[in-house]
């Protein structure tokens, strides 16, 4: 009988910083009722339970290795897998520097300069795309003239929270929630609000650059659950527990701009397995996921990008019409399948040399981490690359779809990138989204 112990298990109890603790999921045969298993041995032990899981009988903790290995000859236990580390999926190279230091966003000079950069309705000469130009490029623009704007869709957003006072995304968001342990859902990375602003943010002119910003979905319902700490790394549990409530609380679209590293193993990932069980237990939710930033190498795909039935997302650079040179490729490493599915307008270049840089410019947290990367002024606005901005975009133009088409399932939705879309290659999936393609498909199926 094989042993429990994932191999991605077994090589992190190797790592030295897992030297005596290892982050642990356990998963319980399903005819174990996992919450009393748990609290039982917590009791017994007197250690700490982390995330439980009830749909996929699962709990996290930090266990010794004895511990482990005492689990895996239990009879009651049928999985041990690695709580494997994930990061919001922002450009290239991090950690992310701290903004400069400018509470009230008074850099005089800096504001000069950056309205004196704006040349044009579609890009700055730093190569900046405000989230509103985007979508005249999708036809996002001629969805929402049409009145599909989200209405009545939930999407869920799982990032490193939201900053609910800011001016595009004020009375908002639906619900705030936090899966990351002793912290509120309140944003102080600017991840998250970065990428809840590209759907839900209302349109809205930056004051000090002028450039405007709109979400692209701007009236769907939108929750956001913070399962990225402050500094914008999370757990594979804090992330799983963010998405079995949102299941649970009707999201059709889950928005995850994260990820981490693949492994030979990575079909029997928690958060893979919940996707693809999702798909046959739950198939009108849409799984839409960054595929990583660590292209242009291929098999550089990661987890959970490489679930079959998550709809796997990497960045297209507008001002090449080409994938973006950091853009992850496949094909996955386990399981050799072709992705990403889609790519949507995330920023960057087609050759990392090239020059001016294309970041997307919407609303995030003031004061955050992200607020003053690039502009230096801390206004609760940035200029960001990376397929975490490219993710938000796609899930706005499904949310537009859902709006017109409620019985649309992911599988359609594939369909609909297959009819109308490039060939699909492990490079950039069937190309740049066209959110016209429903319209084309209605068309197609009225003739």
Same mark, same amino acid.
């Given at each position: ?11 992190? *109890? ?88 400018? #509470? /009230? ?70 619900? *705030? ?21 590209? +759907? ?6 930056? #004051?000090?650059?002028? /450039? ?40 059709? +679209?889950?928005? *995850? ?8 193993? =990575? =079909? ?14 739950? #198939? ?73 840089? =294309? ?32 993710? #938000? ?13 409620? *019985? ?40």
């Amino acid at each position: 009988m094989p042993s429990p112990i994932t191999r991605s298990l077994a090589r992190a *109890m190797r790592l030295p910083q897992n030297f005596q603790l290892v982050p642990t999921i356990v998963e319980l045969h399903p005819d174990q009722p996992v919450a009393p298993f748990a609290q039982q041995l917590a009791h017994q032990l007197n250690i700490d339970i982390g995330q439980i899981i009830p749909s996929m009988n699962m709990f996290a903790l930090l266990a010794p290795h004895d511990l482990v290995y005492r689990l895996a000859g239990t009879s009651i236990v049928r999985g041990l897998y690695y709580d494997r580390p994930h990061y919001a999926f922002q450009g290239q190279g991090w950690p992310i520097p701290p903004p400069l230091p400018d #509470p /009230l966003g008074l850099f005089p000079q800096q504001v000069k300069e950056a309205a004196q950069k704006v040349v044009g309705p579609m890009v700055t000469k730093d190569g900046w795309i405000p989230t509103l130009e985007t979508h005249k490029t999708l036809h996002l623009d001629i969805l929402h003239k049409l009145g599909y704007t989200g209405k009545g869709v939930k999407v869920a957003v799982l990032d490193t929270g939201v900053d609910p006072n800011h001016p595009q995304l004020s009375g908002r968001i639906s619900g *705030m929630y936090s899966m990351v342990p002793a912290s509120d859902p309140l944003d102080r990375q600017g991840h998250g609000s970065h990428v809840i602003t590209t +759907i839900r943010g209302k349109e809205y002119a930056a #004051p000090f650059t002028g /450039l405007t910003c709109k979400g692209g979905a701007p009236d769907c319902t939108l929750l956001s659950y913070k399962v990225l700490s402050d500094a914008g790394f999370g757990s594979t549990s804090d992330i799983l527990k963010g998405m079995e409530d949102a299941v649970a609380q009707g999201a059709r +679209i889950i928005s *995850m701009s994260l990820g981490g590293d693949g492994a030979d193993d =990575e =079909e029997s990932d928690p958060m893979v397995q919940f996707i693809n069980k999702a798909h046959e237990t739950n #198939p009108s939710v849409i799984f839409s996921i960054a595929v990583g930033n660590s292209g242009p190498d291929a098999k550089t795909i990661g987890i959970p990008a490489c679930a079959e039935h998550a709809l796997t997302v990497g960045s297209w650079g507008l001002l090449d019409n080409a994938v973006a040179y950091f853009s992850s490729r496949g094909s996955t490493l386990q399981a050799g399948r072709v992705k990403p599915d889609i790519c949507g307008p995330g920023g960057g270049r087609a050759k990392a040399e090239t020059r001016p840089k =294309e970041l997307i410019y919407s609303g995030t947290a003031f004061g955050s981490m992200l607020d003053a990367i690039e502009d230096h002024m801390v206004d609760g606005f940035a200029s960001l690359q990376g397929t975490s901005m490219a993710t #938000p975009v796609v899930s706005a133009v499904l949310a537009c779809w859902l709006q017109r088409l409620p *019985m649309l399932k992911v599988d359609d939705i594939k369909a609909i990138f297959k009819m109308f879309g490039k060939p699909k290659t492990n490079d950039y999936g069937h190309g740049l989204i066209d959110a016209g393609w429903l319209m084309q498909a209605l068309e197609t199926e009225m003739r």
